[in-house]
């Protein structure tokens, strides 16, 4: 009769690699709550990511390299995932309460899609079990409670703002506190003010993800964000004409000289995608933003589709990952949220010590 060891369940284990930090599961430290009962062994594989395609591959693997020991007659393997909090370099700025990374989409351009691209990335990382927040940082235009289909007037529980919710997602906007019509006029430190507010008087609970939607430019809010909190990183959305593409690289050297490193670039509105047909068509060519990506070292996330119905779903209040959860639209955000999830993991994992990260483009 074998005995099954701890030693032995762990060998077997370090033979099952994350693919996004390119190491084995065991050197993660990734393996927890290891129990061997006889021939029983049971484990849990804690992921730095919830949103991972290769979750299940992984779990199968596993399954079947310990069931493969001498001894084992049953395995249970249980699959969950811990987002880490950023660590931030600079002491002087205190960690949001409640929330574990910031994540700032923004455009050095109007128009090519930040608010839409947010939200979809924020559902997406959402269904895939996440807690995810928003801030509407467009305090000129807020358009988050429209695209979220949210009508309310943000509460209090006393001591702090208790966020808005739609579809799994946390909300604060400037766009809760005015009527519709009302141009709102900022003055520079009543609006670093409302920024300040949105993180430190809003109850933000366990947030894994907080995505701050920019307005278009390379303005003050960027500035008034990056002296308010440490943020993770920015996703910068761009459209794959050439203008478009000289303003993302400045808007990609704008953050990195607040500090805030590119964690990664979308490009929006790449190709058709015929609504009746599914038919794929490069109107504008092919490979401008991963080519300035790759031109600017910046990890490229993904292209989005010019989708009519991505549209719709921000008129009506009803994104395209809720209304058309299994469109190609909604697989390109699912995949992008993917990339920028395990980017995020990567640069905490980092930060922590550990390792460097790797750039996605060797991962996949
Ligand atoms: N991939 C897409 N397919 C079809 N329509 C899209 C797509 N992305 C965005 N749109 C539409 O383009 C318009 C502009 O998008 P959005 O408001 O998200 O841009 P923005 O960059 O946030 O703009 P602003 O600079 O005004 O904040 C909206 O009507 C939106 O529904
Ligand atoms: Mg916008």
Redesign the pocket.
Known sequence: MNTVTEAAVLQALSSVRDPDFNRNIVDLKFVRNVRIDGGRVSFTIELATPVTSTKETMRVLAHDLVARIPGVTAVQVDMTANVKAAISPEINKAPVEGVKNVIAVG?G???????????NLAIALSQSGARVAMIDG?IY?P?LPI?LGISTQLGSDGQKIVPAEQYGIQLVSIGFMTTDDTPVIWRGPMLHGVIQQFFREVRWTNIDYLIV?M??GTGDIALSLSQSVHVSGSVV?TTPQTVSVADTRRAIKMYQKLNIPALGLIE??SHFVCPSCSHESDIFGKGGGEGLATELNVPFLGR?????P??????TGVPVMIGEPKSV?AQAFRSAAERLAAQIAVTNHAAAGVKRPIPLTQVR
């Open positions: 455009a351009k109007g128009g090519v899609g930040k608010s839409t691209v947010a939200v467009d235009g358009n695209m939607d307005p278009p959305v929006n509105m989005i589709p010019i989708y009519e991505i549209r719709i779903g921000g008129d639209a």
